[in-house]
C-alpha cells in the first residue's frame, strides 16, 4: 500500500487495527503507547514520534517496506509536445 502522508498512515492504521478487532485502549497497551498518542497517530498529527510509530506498526503485526519510487513509464510533458500544437 502506498502511503503518502501521516494522515494515510493514521487512517491506514486504525483500519488495520479495527480489522484486528481491537480498541485504541488494547492497541496502545499493546505497543507501550499512551491511547491519546495513539489517536493522534490515527487522525494523521504529522509530528508523531517515528519510534513510537514503529511500537504501533509492529503491534499490529505489520512492517514497513521503504523502496525507490518507480519512474513512470510515460513521460507525459514529452509525450504532450510530441502531439504538437502548444498553450491555448
Known sequence: ???SNS??????LRERRRAAGMTQVQ???RAGVSRRWLSDLEAGKPTAEVGLVFKVV???GLL???RVEPEPEI???A???SLGGGPL
Open 27 to 29: 492497541l496502545a497497551d
Open 79 to 81: 509525450y504532450l509536445d
Open 7 to 12: 494522515t494515510d498512515l493514521g487512517l491506514y
Open 1 to 3: 500500500m502506498r502511503l
Open 64 to 66: 514497513i517496506d521503504v
Open 75 to 77: 513521460d507525459l510533458d
Open 58 to 60: 509492529s503491534a499490529l
